[in-house]
Nanobody, 122 residues
Framework: VQLQASGGGLVQPGGSLTLSCQASGSIYSIKDMAWYRQVPGNERELVAAITPAKIKNYGDSVKGRFTITRDNAKNTIYLYLNSLRPEDTAVYYC?????????????????WGEGTQVTVSS
């Protein structure tokens, strides 16, 4: 299983970005998917999470500015980052929890994707 994230970049304060993350492989099902972010020297923090039923949960610092969505058919999540601030600068990581494979539908594993850099600066 691979998680491929894309969409990071440099944006000015107040600007917007869209991140996407697709899980690939012989996937049977995925439970929660999420975005985390990390700044060097700090712990990785939850940005947003979404269940298969599309129930969403956000970190306090991004509520009202970021939106997470999910396409279950494509095993893909998106993160719409609006009203970006310099303190949103971080490496953003995609996470998939409770992934099962077609040939092992009762064996759950968790996966992290490689990060994508988001830099908010004028």
């Amino acid at each position: 299983v691979q998680l491929q994230a894309s969409g990071g970049g440099l944006v000015q304060p107040g600007g917007s970005l869209t991140l996407s993350c697709q899980a690939s492989g012989s996937i049977y099902s995925i439970k929660d998917m999420a975005w985390y972010r990390q700044v060097p020297g700090n712990e990785r923090e939850l940005v947003a999470a979404i269940t298969p039923a599309k129930i969403k949960n956000y970190g306090d610092s991004v509520k009202g500015r970021f939106t997470i969505t999910r396409d279950n058919a494509k095993n893909t999540i998106y993160l719409y980052l609006n009203s970006l601030r310099p303190e949103d600068t971080a490496v953003y990581y995609c996470y998939a929890e409770g992934v099962t494979l077609i040939n092992r539908p009762h064996d759950e594993q968790n996966y992290w994707g490689e990060g994508t850099q988001v830099t908010v600066s004028s």
